[in-house]
C-alpha cells in the first residue's frame, strides 16, 4: 500500500462519525417519545438536518486542516532533504595505476559527491588477528599516511588525493600468489559543510588485478615527458660546457643549384643511355 493510499479502516471510521450525530438524535427521539406537533415537524427536521450538517463541516474542516498540515510538513521534509542532497559528499576509496608504470599501484581517495566532505576518517574493518600477512603489510604502509591515520580535514567536490601505496612487481616476488587474496574492507566517515555525519564502506580487493595486463610501454603523455627531459638534458649539458653547435642551413637559392645539379645528372643519364641502344 502507498502513503497516499488510505487505508479502508479510516473510510468506515469517517463514515461512522457522519452517521453519530444523525442515530444519536434518533435515539433521543425514540427513546423519548417526544409528540412533535404536526405544524413545527419540518421546522424540527430543519434544525435536525443543520445540526447534522454543522457536524459533518466542523468534522471535515478538522479533517483539512490536518491533512494541510501534513502536506506542509511532507513538503518541508522534502525540501529539506533536497536541500542535503545537494551538498552531500561522497567519499570512496581506489586502487590506481601510476602513469609511470602500470606495476606501480597508487592509493586514491576521492569525492565523488556534490559537495564538500570535512573530517574525513578511515578504519579498517578487520582485526589485526584476522589479517594475511600481505594485508598487514599494506596496512603498515596506509597507517604510515598521516592523513589515513589521523583524519583528512577538507576534500572538496572531484578532488582526490592520492600517495603511492605498492609495486606488484615487490610484493608478488614477496608474497607470491597469495597476495592476490589481499581483501580489505574500511569503514569511512565524514562530514556536509553542515556538520551532518555519513558512513560509506569501500573495499579494496587485489583479486581483481589478477591476470590485467598493459599492452605497449606504459602512458604515451609519460614517455613524451620522459624524451623532452632528456632534450632539455642534452641542451644544458652542450651550454655548460661552451660546445659549438654546427647547423647547416639552405636557402632558396642553394635548393635552386641542388635542382639543376639534379636536372644535369638526369641529362646526362639518359643521353648514355641512348649512346648505348644505337
Known amino acids: 500500500m502507498s502513503k497516499d493510499e488510505k487505508p479502508l479502516w479510516m473510510y468506515c471510521a469517517l463514515l461512522a462519525v ?13 427513546g423519548s417519545r417526544a409528540e412533535i406537533p404536526s405544524d413545527k ?16 463541516i466542523a468534522f ?16 518541508d521534509e ?8 545537494a551538498i552531500r559528499p561522497h567519499v570512496e576509496i581506489f586502487l590506481e595505476s ?6 606501480f599501484i597508487l592509493l586514491k581517495v576521492e569525492n565523488i559527491g556534490k559537495g564538500l566532505a570535512r573530517n574525513i576518517k578511515f578504519k579498517s574493518q578487520k582485526s589485526k588477528s584476522d589479517l594475511i600477512e600481505s594485508e598487514k603489510e ?8 598521516s592523513f589515513f591515520t589521523n583524519s583528512l580535514n577538507t576534500l572538496g567536490v572531484n578532488n582526490t588525493k592520492k600517495s603511492f601505496l605498492f609495486s606488484f612487481i615487490d610484493m608478488q616476488d614477496k608474497y607470491g600468489k597469495d597476495f592476490f587474496k589481499t581483501r580489505l574492507s574500511f569503514e569511512i566517515t565524514f562530514e556536509d559543510m553542515e556538520g551532518n555525519s555519513y558512513t560509506n564502506y569501500s573495499v579494496i580487493d587485489l583479486s581483481e588485478f589478477e591476470g590485467i595486463t598493459e599492452v605497449g610501454k606504459g602512458n604515451p603523455s609519460y614517455r613524451t615527458s620522459v624524451e623532452i627531459e632528456k632534450i632539455r638534458q642534452t641542451l644544458d649539458s652542450l651550454v655548460k660546457s661552451n660546445k659549438r653547435i654546427k647547423v647547416d642551413s ?5 635548393r635552386d643549384i641542388e635542382d639543376e ?3 644535369a645528372r638526369m641529362r646526362e643519364h639518359l643521353l648514355r643511355k641512348d649512346e648505348r641502344k644505337l
Do not use: H, M
Open 18 to 30: 457522519l452517521l453519530l450525530p444523525t442515530l444519536f438524535i434518533a435515539g433521543i427521539a425514540v
Open 41 to 56: 415537524a419540518w421546522e424540527y427536521i430543519s434544525i435536525t438536518i443543520s445540526a447534522i450538517a454543522t457536524s459533518i
Open 250 to 254: 639552405y636557402s632558396q637559392k642553394d
Open 261 to 263: 645539379k639534379l636536372e
Open 138 to 145: 599494506i596496512i603498515v604502509r596506509l597507517e604510515e599516511l
Open 98 to 103: 601510476s602513469i609511470v608504470g602500470f606495476q
Open 60 to 75: 471535515l474542516t478538522i479533517v483539512l486542516a490536518v491533512e494541510t498540515w501534513r502536506l506542509r510538513r511532507s513538503q
Open 78 to 85: 522534502q525540501i529539506d532533504s533536497n536541500r542535503k542532497e
